[in-house]
């Protein structure tokens, strides 16, 4: 797409605005509007002046002039916004250098799709993220120097068979880990999903399923279809966008958090990612599970760093009230064809090469995607530069598995905090093509070491009043 295309598209819908969007550092989509007519071909290369001293994790104050080049590859039109307005993507860029700003996510997105085609050992990396979530009719939460607390709430509910939740009661809810694909009235949420699918194909994303997930109260998944790094990693923040917006437009809320209930499932990301050159499929093979021995590799260094990726893929100190092992959680660091308690598993739906892939599962949807993805990839090349041998894969049930064959297999950090020490001590691989710089990894670890580990470090926590308030 060119601008001129895109400057045809909003004549012709007759937009009165254009919606520029930009991701932090931290993962949130943010927004400038302007008139439309402040739109034109000039604006793809000049872009739009921004103060960004104000957004989490950037800019100092006296460096905080920075220009929002729009992208022509990507726009839509905005289903929630009363006046007709034109959305699209931007780049962020130094206004003295007109380099790409080292802190905006999406230039490393950009520069990790860059590296794979100079690397050599392949034209095209593809994502395709499951991105699971929870919709809640009702959300409450304070936390006060003298009270915290929290509360959610569901029709769907397990704990609301002797509650009236604002509804009659008629006796249908999901009891705990049964909410799999069950029919309404026990899905109380399909023409959500159906509204959400037809807001995202509006906005250019092919929705392939949606259906309930596993846990009580309102969990739920949309898969859309898989497209290159940065592409994928736009559609994850409309993705996300458009759920919120549709959940509000229906009087509900919807969320990302990896684990709001205690007890249940929580809801993971999991990543599909394969390697292309032209037409070829590059994971398609006549190895274990139908690989390749590149993917093999690429599975080699998915495991070998994957304590460090999961500091940008669950990067959250809620990510690890669900990756917790002895559960379902994808903790162990092996692969299978099959066993879902396993890191990395290979989908055996289809014998067609081109379907060929390997899902790398810890991720969950509270991550940046562009730092995700492009972490995930390059440890992937890592291991293909490597030759790492991933070792022999996991098809045994995790829970048989005695104390001796369960404690040679490796796991997960059991905290962020661990994640963040093993990034500071395995990132080398990060910094190939200068796709990742030492800076943002320092600043990403300092920011969530200060502004997110910190304060709930410190904080008393309501279970803490039930175990040692009578000491």
Known sequence: MSSKDVLKFAADEGAAYVNIRFTDLVGALHHLTFPIDQLSEGSFEDGFGFDASSLRGWAAINES????????SRYWIDAFMADKTLCMFADVVDPLTKQGYWLDPRAVGRRAENYVRSSGAADTVYFGPEAEFFVFNDVRFHNDPHSSGYSVDSPEASWNTNGQNGNANLGYHIRNKEGYVPLPPLDTLQDFRSETSGELKKAGIQVECHHH???????????????????????LQIFKYIVRN??????KGATFMPKPLYGDNGSGMHCHQSLWKGEKPLFAGDGYAGLSEMARFYI??????????????????NSYKRLVPGFEAPVNLAYSARNRSAAVRIPMFSQNPKQKR???????????????????????????????DPGQPLDKDIYDLSPEELSEVPSLPGSL???LAALEADHEFLLKGDVF?????????????????????MRPHPLEFSMYFDV
């Open 65 to 72: 002039d920075m220009l929002l080049v729009p992208d022509p």
């Open 300 to 317: 080699g260094g998915l495991l070998k760093h994957a304590a460090a990726i999961v500091a940008f893929a669950a990067p959250t100190t």
């Open 417 to 419: 905090d661990e994640a």
């Open 213 to 235: 997930e596993v846990a009580t109260a309102g969990q739920c998944e949309i898969d859309f279809r898989f497209s290159t790094l940065v592409h994928s990693a736009d559609n």
């Open 358 to 388: 390997v899902e790398f599962r810890p991720p969950d949807p509270s991550c940046n995607p562009y730092l995700a993805f492009s972490a995930m990839l390059m440890a992937g090349l890592d291991g293909i530069q490597g030759r790492i």
């Open 246 to 251: 549709v959940a509000k437009r229906q009087g």
């Open 437 to 457: 710089t030492p800076q943002l990894i320092e600043r990403w670890i300092r920011y969530k070491r200060e502004k997110e580990i910190a304060p709930l470090r």
